[in-house]
């Protein structure tokens, strides 16, 4: 049974840091492309970024230059190392496998505020 646990969600003032996690099991981790979604109070869920191997990357124009995926396939753990924090990204961040239909998580909520 696939277990995707976001974690590292907290509360930052604009222009701070914070790094996610998505600790991931019940599937062979190393062989699939993860994402990152993120959804915002009363919009819809969004893409972020994407790892389709330790070197290749995409993000959304909104936080390229600002967040960086990454990936530990020793640890079954995906991250998402989050720069330059703006009030527009306050949301609940979610991980996935790239292009599957695997149930959403529980999130993790990042709240950017002065």
């Known amino acids: 049974q696939v277990q995707l646990v976001e974690s590292g969600g907290g509360l930052v003032q604009p222009g701070g840091s914070l790094r996610l996690s998505c600790a991931a099991s019940?599937?062979?981790?190393?062989?699939?492309?993860m994402s990152w979604y993120r959804q915002a109070p009363g919009k819809e869920r969004e893409f972020v970024a994407r790892?389709?191997?330790?070197?290749?990357?995409n993000y959304a124009d909104s936080v390229k230059g600002r967040f960086t995926i990454s990936r530990d396939n020793a640890k079954n753990t995906l991250y998402l190392q989050m720069n330059s924090l703006k009030p527009e990204d306050t949301a609940v961040y979610y991980c996935?496998?790239?292009?599957?239909?695997?149930?959403w998580g529980q999130g993790t909520q990042v709240t950017v505020s002065s």
């Open positions: 996935r496998r790239t292009g599957t239909n695997d149930s």
């Open positions: 790892i389709m191997s330790l070197t290749t990357t």
């Open positions: 019940g599937f062979t981790f190393s062989m699939y492309a």
